[in-house]
């Protein structure tokens, strides 16, 4: 691979030629000489820079993308040819929506690291449709989201798992006093708390709203779900979340769950990839999601 790329990559990603050559074990002349080689080569200044700032240029951030993708292959290249002698090991990219990510995904990769402790995994959590587009680009060996996504022939996706989400509100919410079913008509006049556009939370939301013709007289939005909960708690509104997100709140009596008319609302977690060819790493990973006996203890516990 082409190492003057690899430096490109880290100097844009630390926004420093100092921090960059430490990352690199290299001296900051040799970065700099790469940087310039490359801004040759392209015949394109690809950075801005000063003594506050280095920035990328509009050519620089075509450079970038392109360059991310090109190391990532080279990775996986190395990897796969590796894997032909060797046990499971390397690194391996792993995206994930927020709620699968922040309450799933860790149980998982401890079981994964107890078997196989030479594999190192990098977590990327974000909404969906920025994990579907970093498959897309090659960023990430694997993604784990929730919802739908635009279909595309260079992703695979495969469900493996449901998850049941649930209507909560603080313990003291008048609604939670409740042990009939509470119809949806109820709910018209409540303060919903919802993610913001492109997460597959969001997504189940507006399918609700949809299916029971709710339009809630006022809604309020956060970009994740840990604040969600946190407002829900502090009485703020009601709020529509996957089961795996509040069980130890509701085993605590933080949150209730709301006896709402025809809830959970089903939906699927799904595993996409981009390519046909898995390093030894991403196949045990994704032999332990396929397995589903850490999900089944996980919200057992």
């Not at 691979?1 to 990352?23: G, H, P």
């Not at 990532?72 to 990510?101: C, K």
Request: some cysteine.
């Amino acid at each position: 691979m082409d190492q003057a790329l690899n430096v490109f990559v880290t100097v844009t990603e630390k926004k420093s030629f100092s921090r960059a050559a430490e990352d690199l074990h290299m001296t900051q002349p040799a970065v700099s000489q790469y940087i310039r080689s490359l801004e040759e080569t392209m015949n394109v200044r690809l950075l801005e820079r000063t003594n506050k700032y280095v920035r990328l240029t509009k050519a620089g951030e075509i450079v970038y993308h392109h360059a991310k993708e090109i190391v990532g292959l080279y990775g996986r290249m190395h990897h796969l040819v590796n894997d032909l002698s060797h046990e499971a090991s390397g690194q391996l990219s792993i995206g994930a929506s927020y709620t699968f990510g922040e309450y799933v995904l860790p149980h998982i990769l401890a079981r994964l690291l107890e078997d196989y402790p030479r594999i190192q995994p990098d977590v990327t959590i974000g909404n969906t449709a920025e994990i579907a587009d970093l498959i897309m680009s090659r960023q990430l060996d694997v993604g784990i989201v929730e919802g739908r996504f635009k279909e595309n022939r260079q992703l695979t996706t495969q469900a493996f798992a449901e998850d049941r989400m649930i209507l909560v509100a603080s313990a003291d919410h008048p609604l939670s006093l409740k042990t009939t079913a509470i119809e949806w008509k109820e709910l018209i006049e409540q303060t919903w708390i919802i993610r913001e556009e492109g997460s597959g939370t969001r997504e189940a939301v507006e399918a609700v709203f949809e299916r029971y013709a709710l339009t809630p007289a006022r809604t309020m939005q956060f970009s994740s779900t840990q604040p969600i909960k946190e407002a829900v708690e502090a009485g703020l509104g009601i709020s529509l979340l996957s089961e795996w997100a509040v069980q130890k709140e509701i085993r605590y009596g933080e949150l209730v769950q709301l006896p709402v008319k025809d809830l959970p609302f089903i939906r699927q977690f799904s595993i996409v990839t981009s390519s046909q060819y898995q390093t030894k790493a991403l196949k045990v990973f994704l032999e332990l999601l396929l397995n589903n006996r850490e999900l089944k203890l996980f919200r057992e516990c």
